[in-house]
């Protein structure tokens, strides 16, 4: 059942995403080609007339701008498709299937974590694709090749390259943890909002996020002005091999964190799904 659930969902949003997508690419190629004006212009004596150039930044904005609203509607699909399935009128027919409303949870996760991972993979395969337009005959010439080489050899040779390995495989980890707390901590303000508000419990909901995210923002805020004076004192007196291994323990606590942060808000909307939901 968690299957037709997940394909159901996957087919509510992705046309409409696919869409968007799709326009983000096109916006892609009209950026790249507009940047070959300022590569032009730092590469080569050619001078660009000024109006040009202004056209070209206003041009380069506006694509931006719309990478920026593509992964703005991301969210909004994913999230409204949350609320309208789970917390509106549809919702009584949504819990009158034959499936656990555990799955039902699940297959709203999954949703949420791919479509985010998605925009962000697209939102990269553009910026690369802006970049090689843009700067590929000047970025990709043989010495340039040739310089990367050499660079990539002297580190493959360095003595503790292998932590590169280790933190790329944390940084991995670590960057599946954020999408998912992103989803789960959007879900569960929702939630919260639906049992505790009758009416605008989409405003109810925004605000709860933007409070709780502000409350988050200040404890890091607080960590980052006096554990990273704290760190760097430490760190100071370690040896460069020590230093590297503390680095690799700190994320993978962070990793540890953040999996514990999951699961609380997991469960936290399991429990407000069986315990408190309340449709009327």
Request: net charge positive.
């Amino acid at each position: 059942m968690l299957k037709k659930l997940m394909r159901y969902d996957f087919k509510s949003i992705f046309k409409l995403w696919g869409i968007a997508a799709l326009s983000t690419v096109a916006l892609s190629l009209i950026g790249g080609s507009i940047s070959t004006f300022f590569t032009a212009n730092m590469f080569t004596e050619k001078e660009i007339p000024t109006p040009i150039l202004i056209v070209a930044v206003i041009i380069l904005v506006m694509v931006l701008l719309g990478f920026v609203a593509f992964a703005i509607f991301s969210e909004i699909l994913v999230y409204f498709r949350f609320y309208k399935n789970l917390y509106t009128d549809e919702g009584y027919l949504t819990f009158t299937l034959p499936a656990k409303r555990q799955s039902i949870l699940n297959s709203k996760i999954f949703l949420g974590f791919a479509t985010n991972s998605l925009t962000t993979i697209v939102l990269s395969i553009n910026s690369v694709i802006m970049f090689v337009i843009a700067f590929g005959k000047y970025a990709f010439t043989k010495e340039a090749l040739r310089e990367l080489a050499e660079i990539i050899k002297d580190f493959i040779e360095y003595e503790y390259s292998y932590f590169a390995i280790i933190y790329t495989i944390e940084a991995l980890i670590l960057l599946a943890l954020v999408t998912l707390v992103s989803v789960l901590f959007a879900y569960a303000c929702i939630t919260i909002a639906s049992v505790i508000a009758k009416k605008a419990k989409i405003l109810v909901a925004v605000g709860i996020y933007y409070g709780a995210t502000s409350i988050i923002s200040s404890i890091f805020s607080i960590f980052y002005l006096f554990g990273i004076t704290s760190l760097y004192d430490v760190f100071w007196h370690l040896d460069q091999s020590d230093v590297f291994i503390c680095v690799a323990l700190l994320i993978g606590m962070v990793i540890l964190i953040m999996g514990a942060f999951c699961c609380l808000l997991y469960h936290l909307k399991h429990w407000c799904l069986h315990k408190k939901l309340n449709l009327a």
